[in-house]
């Protein structure tokens, strides 16, 4: 639900599931997303949130699963991811974490199991 100017999306497009709930809020500028996103799992939870430059991720992301727990966290630019990245079990407990550079793994990586303990430990150039 949005509208088009000149054939392309132009503001605010709210898309919905057929149940009736709202699957995203996106912005659009010239036809390409921009600016802060939304999306909703079908049970109305939060899936993800983020902000897009150019019709690319830019900046911090959460991604959650449909209990409403959060699954991941990085940071985009463009197409990559930079920084520090994290994963998590859908209990809420850490999973994986590093860093990225440039999109790419970088210094220390870390995995663990459901009960806490390192079950991977890796170190990347």
Known sequence: MGQYII???EGLWEEYYSNGQLKSKLNYIGGKKEGHSEKYHDNGKLKSVGN???NRGNGPWKI???NGQLKGKMVWSGI???GLF???FETGQLKRKGNYNNGKKTGQ???YGKD???I???KFN
Do not use: L, R
């Open 7 to 9: 054939g392309k999306k």
């Open 116 to 118: 806490g303990e390192i």
């Open 80 to 82: 990559k991811i930079v």
């Open 52 to 54: 897009y430059s150019n």
């Open 109 to 111: 990586w870390i995995e």
């Open 86 to 88: 994290e994963e998590y």
């Open 64 to 66: 959650y699963y449909s």
């Open 120 to 122: 991977k430990n890796e």
